[in-house]
């Protein structure tokens, strides 16, 4: 009997997808380089309630084995690796059928693919998964990009299969082609800016106000009753309450080597920030504090050199329950600046790209399944519904309110950390962000008087329009034609 859908790329992330669309009752064939992850993936169908998957034994038959038109996922590394995977499934697969990459791709990858492949008839869709392997397997967040032919032969499979939340399942039709890989990239940048903001806060918990794990992990556990609500605070809580099974002693947090790892993702998005001319400054902040915690051996030499303020708790008083309180409120606002970046750099490429993705859909999109679910998610969806023009979410009336409503304690937070000589880019990232986007008038005015000055950059006036340059010294001359001079401005 042919098998409603294939899947190719048996790591844990693509065994745990083909066994979740199984347990929905679709029937899946599976493919792999290596026969014993095929074997694997089909002992565990069985293991887990004799589910309707099946193996193959090479390429060729596992294209063989699926209904017509063909609908293959591919779950390989990203790169080259999908590329040689796509040769393959190709030399069997046939006009009409559809390729769908649930690998975390570059985009631009993904729009070359699909217009190779369109020469062939074969429909092409990046689709960015998140949840990690336990979303995989019970219910992750989909964002598909693609022909829309294509989504509407995948969409029962996709829409029975993902997360599902109050207002349906987590995965819709984002976007042509390209589109489904960016925002689920976009995601991930978002996903770097929360952890490290959690971090931050972790660190001032720890180094200021001197807590416990077991204090800390009650503090995120109580906080994710909250507004904070989210996967990542949850996580937080259990992460900092495990105690270590290695050595019997103390918590496993103190034992994890503090040197954090990546995949790409993140770098892309602030590449991609750049490109589309958005700040995003607590992701960018977020980045760079990878790549500093990567030194660690020259962290360790520079802690013998470089000193800190070393002050105490009688040259800068602290009070917990108070600190407490604005640590949360601090964590909130800097958290929904750091979404307003992310969603601002989608709207750049769509509106670059003419993809017309809706944000408000993302934020639907996110709310289940994946790594940044959260509470927060539903306002940031309920606004861009209210106004889907909304040049910057944080000038959303209920969301403006909030982040006013915190800027006290925000600041609070800032000012203790500086004083306590803890680094907290992100959190201040996300203030600086507040604090230049709510200003009228911001200190670029002297900046473009500089590039005038050595460069005849030209500026404008706020009494008239128009384009000017000043002769700032005798030794200025005449720069001639004005507009040659902007030309090539972005």
């Not at 769908?100 to 070359?112: A, K």
């Not at 020469?119 to 998964?129: A, L, N, Q, R, T």
């Not at 009650?218 to 996580?235: G, T, V």
């Not at 937080?236 to 105690?243: P, V």
């Amino acid at each position: 009997m042919s098998s409603d859908v294939g899947l190719y790329g048996l790591a844990v992330m693509g065994q745990n997808f083909a066994l979740n669309m199984a347990s929905h009752g679709f029937s899946v064939c599976v493919g792999n380089r290596s026969p014993a992850k095929v074997e694997l993936t089909v002992n565990r169908a069985k293991e887990e309630g004799n589910l309707p998957l099946v193996g193959s034994s090479d390429v060729e038959d596992f294209v063989k084995q699926l209904s017509k038109p063909r609908k293959v996922i591919i779950l390989v590394m990203a790169g080259k690796p999908v590329d040689e995977t796509i040769a393959l499934l190709t030399q069997y697969m046939e006009e009409g059928d559809v390729i769908v990459d649930g690998g975390n791709e570059w985009f631009q990858n993904t729009l070359r693919r699909s217009k190779e492949l369109e020469v062939k008839g074969i429909h092409f869709v990046g689709m960015g998964i998140s949840g990690g392997e336990e979303g995989a397997r019970n219910g992750p967040s989909l964002m598909p990009g693609g022909p829309k032919v294509a989504y509407d032969m995948i969409e029962p499979i996709l829409s029975k299969c993902a997360a599902q939340v109050n207002d349906g399942p987590c995965t819709g039709y984002v976007g042509p082609v390209g589109a489904g890989n960016y925002v689920k990239m976009i995601h991930n940048g978002i996903e770097y800016g929360d952890m490290q903001l959690i971090g931050e806060v972790y660190d001032i918990m720890k180094n200021v106000l001197k807590l416990s794990n077991e204090e800390m992990a009650n503090i995120f556990a109580e906080w994710n009753k909250s507004e904070l609500d989210c996967y990542l605070i949850e996580i937080t809580s259990q992460i900092l309450a495990k105690k270590d099974d290695v050595t019997d002693e103390g918590y496993v947090i103190d034992y994890v080597l503090d040197k954090t790892g990546m995949k790409g993702t993140g770098r892309w998005t602030i590449q991609e920030a750049a490109e589309r001319s958005v700040a995003a400054p607590t992701m960018a902040a977020s980045l760079d504090a990878r790549y500093i915690s990567a030194r660690k051996d020259e962290r360790v030499k520079a802690s013998t050199i470089l000193k800190g303020p070393d002050m105490t708790s009688a040259e800068i008083p602290v009070h917990k329950a108070q600190l407490l309180d604005d640590l949360k409120a601090a964590l909130y606002a800097s958290k929904v600046c750091s979404y307003a970046q992310g969603l601002g750099i989608i709207k750049g490429c769509s509106d670059d790209m003419s993809w017309n993705v809706n944000l408000s859909e993302c934020a639907r999109l996110w709310k289940g399944g994946c790594i940044i679910r959260a509470a927060l998610l539903q306002k940031i969806q309920d606004a861009l519904a209210r106004d889907n023009k909304l040049p910057n979410l944080i000038l959303d009336p209920v969301i403006a309110g909030e982040l006013n409503e915190r800027t006290a304690a925000w600041r609070r937070v800032i000012v203790t950390a500086i004083g306590y000589g803890v680094a907290t880019p992100a959190l201040s990232g996300s203030l600086n962000y507040f604090d230049s986007y709510r200003r009228a008038s911001l200190p670029a005015n002297l900046t473009q008087a500089q590039r005038d000055f050595f460069g005849g950059h030209t500026y404008e006036r706020t009494d008239r329009e128009g384009v000017f340059h000043t002769a700032w010294t005798d030794a200025h001359k005449s720069i001639g034609d004005i507009s040659e001079r902007t030309a090539g401005n972005i």
